[in-house]
């Protein structure tokens, strides 16, 4: 029996249906559904936190990406997959599957751009890090100009703490406060201590993720 067949085998040990692996119909709408149920039955493997089950749950997911290559509900089933290993306390597995959703997003997105400032932070790239932190922080400050998005002004935040600058991060708040008081959300950022708290718990948790260096930069 090749690997293949064992791991098909297992599955059904474990009381996955055959029915949970693709058989890549040709109808849309078919697809579709099967690919719901296929990531129903993933969420529910990566819920339990048992090893067994997750093993099974990877397995399925990669079946789930090849059925359904609509580029937007891979991102999603990525990040769903993504947040439930953050969830299971496997930052450094979460990080680095974040990649590949990463790359399904446009080259000027700053959910993008933010992420690859980190990793090459990580891996001690400082150049490439502050490249895409400093195109992050365009990309927010065009938001902001554009369309006084608060969303923005707290990504920006985000970075600027990240890279240590918080003096910076509450000078903007102010500036951006006194400058646009008809926004509310924009009062409760000038004036909530909690904010801040959940950023510094961000940031730091964010930092806490140790990758492994590559040996060409070791």
């Known amino acids: ?38 990531n129903d039955s993933i969420n529910r493997l990566m819920q339990s936190g048992d090893s067994a089950k997750l093993a099974d749950a990877m397995f399925l997911h990669d079946q789930l990406l090849q059925l359904d290559t609509v580029r937007d509900h891979q991102f999603r089933y990525i990040m769903q997959r993504v947040t439930t290993l953050y969830s299971l306390g496997r930052d450094a597995d979460a990080f680095t599957l974040q990649e590949q959703a990463m790359l399904l997003l446009p080259e000027n997105n700053f959910d993008r751009l933010n992420y690859f400032g980190v990793k090459n932070d990580k891996l001690g790239l400082k150049d490439k890090s502050d490249f895409f932190f400093n195109m992050a922080l365009e990309v927010c400050n065009e938001a902001m100009e554009h369309h006084g998005s608060t969303d923005a002004l707290i990504d920006m935040i985000t970075v600027l703490c990240y890279k240590g600058r918080e003096a910076d991060a509450r000078q903007l708040i102010e500036a951006t406060y006194l400058k646009h008081k008809d926004i509310p959300e924009l009062k409760n950022l000038a004036t909530d201590p909690s904010f801040w708290k959940q950023i510094e718990e961000s940031v730091q948790k964010m930092k806490a993720i140790k990758l492994e260096l590559p040996d060409s930069i070791r």
């Open 1 to 38: 029996m090749n690997h293949s067949k064992q791991i098909l085998a297992l599955l059904a040990m474990s009381g996955l249906f055959v029915a949970c692996v693709p058989k890549f119909p040709q109808d849309r709408e078919a697809i579709l559904r099967q690919a719901q149920e296929l």
